[in-house]
């Protein structure tokens, strides 16, 4: 049974929420606090997905994410009322995966829980999928997306990657030297599920290129078509 964990201050909606979940098949946990929810994430039965409110009582939801991103590869849903660019972004870049606001419709929640659901995890690319992409070959070493394994390396050294960049990154590899619109790369790592706003794929294109890039902010390898979406180019 998929486990969710529920890390809301509001009891009233923390109870809806565990509601409608358990009626679509949820095991559910809950959580008021940051401490009790990272003990849930750390816990011998960890969760396949988290629904984090940002604001709570004590430590925020942001902390929340920066300190149980290293710790679970599972998909995370910002539920929050903060719907100014500046929460949006922060909370993808501490390592969100996706970002409702309130006052939010039932069934988006569960349609986005689905879609995240349908996502295949690290590790499982198919076997037209698995072969390596050299993305870049320089004088320090080849940076290669080894999609089989699931991992991008620079020479002798690792690069983490999440289960989002890792997605929008081997899209982007499928189609070397391809324009793909935000619209497109929503649709190949989101999933049409996703009903949200574009900025997300600019945000994850952003935390991609500080991997990737030597000057992030000069892109040469995931660059920016202005007016029609980005481009892998590899060499």
Partial sequence: MTRVLVLEDDAGLRASLRMVLEDEGYDVVEAAEVDDALHAVAGPSSVDLMLVDLMLGGMDGFSFIHRARPRTEAPIVVVSAR??????????EAGA??????????DEVKARLRALLRRPSLGTASPREEADVVVLDAEEGPLVLDRGAATLARGSDQIHLTNTE??????????????????????????QGFFGDERIVDVHVRRLRKKLETEPSSPTILVTVR???YRLDAR
Avoid: C, M, Q
């Fill in 83 to 92: 719907d100014g660019v500046e929460d949006i972004v922060t909370a993808l």
């Fill in 97 to 106: 995966d996706d970002y409702v606001t309130k006052p939010f419709l039932v």
């Fill in 166 to 191: 890792f997605r929008l990154l081997s899209v982007l590899a499928d189609n070397l030297g391809r324009v793909l619109s935000r619209g497109a790369l929503l649709e190949h790592v989101w999933d």
């Fill in 227 to 229: 007016g029609l979406g």
